[in-house]
């Protein structure tokens, strides 16, 4: 049994080709080389392990090295050392199903650590942050909202009225006692209509569209108290957190860093909280008007029109002539208060069984 080879003494770079006779009886390999008759045991022999068509390399113990294409010869007589990984990774490389499945697994494992592992991490950050960083955070937010087109404008609305939901929100934290820092603030919504955000570090908007929508303070602060639930759990914060997270984790992954550059204006209006979160500010808000002795109800209320005026504008849009179909009505926009939940009417379930309680 014998094999062709290229001889690299490990001196030189130049290669010797040779002539490699495998001796299975006496265990051991020899070629001849610059007039030299070289002998090698078996168990001496580092055979590298096969990957794709490249040739394969056999270490001696002198230094040198063997090169060939072919060592079936060899190989049948001399168990190869590879280890088990690059065994593991021919095998793969030669079973394509294989290579799916560990694809498959690979981007199910990013899932699962995008859907489960970054809230966590998210949440971890938030708590080390410094309240004074959140509210930074928030303040450019409301910034970029300002001076983004379509997005806010200054309020038109009525300042008593504004005055007079100021003090009723006033109101609700001294009958609740715990609630937390925030700064209240009305725009004209734009585009966005109808609507209410907490923004991080505790900056809740309020639009004049969802004023002009309410029949009376308590139903815009019973919204307020939603959103304060938000600012309580620093709701906002964490999901701007989770987005940038996010962002980094896919850049990392498909080399795409423009989409962590996309504005955050527009990140956050498309920001959606999970229903986890909306659920703990609904409870929050329902809490805060039992100790404040405000009607639960208005809070039904107000959603219930709220869905109802998106409604009669999805309808309006439909029926419109197509150019003017992108018009800044609010349609497309669905209000924070709806966003997470189509279900509103299990949603106010809680609120309408409710009573007053003025104890
Ligand atoms: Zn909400």
Known sequence: MSFQANYFDGLSSRAKPVLVRVAE????????????????????????????TAKRLIDLPNGGKLEAFDISELEAVIPTKASAFWRGLYYLENHLGWVLVALLATVFAGWLFLQFGVPKLAEYVADAT????????????????????????????????KASITAALNSLCVALKDCP???????????????????????MVVTDEIITLSKNDTEIVAVLAHEMGHVKMRHAFRQSLQGVLSGLILAAVTGDVSSIGSGLPAALMQMRYSREHETEADMFALNAMQKACLPPKAFADILQRLEAQMRGEDDKT??????????????DVISEMLASHPDTLARIKPFLATKQNCN
């Open 25 to 52: 009886h006496a265990k051991n390999i020899t070629f001849e080389a610059d007039g030299e008759k070289l002998t090698f045991n078996l168990i001496d022999l580092n055979v590298q392990a096969k990957l794709g």
């Open 130 to 161: 410094p309240p004074a960083m959140e509210e930074k955070l928030g303040e450019q937010a409301l910034q970029g909202l300002d001076s983004s087109v379509g997005y806010f404008s200054p309020s038109k609305a009525d300042p008593a009225r």
């Open 318 to 331: 439909t029926k419109k002539a197509p150019l003017q179909q992108h018009s800044n009505s609010g349609a």
């Open 181 to 203: 820092k925030y700064r209240l603030e009305f725009r004209a919504g734009g585009m966005i209509g109808a609507n209410a955000f907490a923004l991080p570090g505790g900056i």
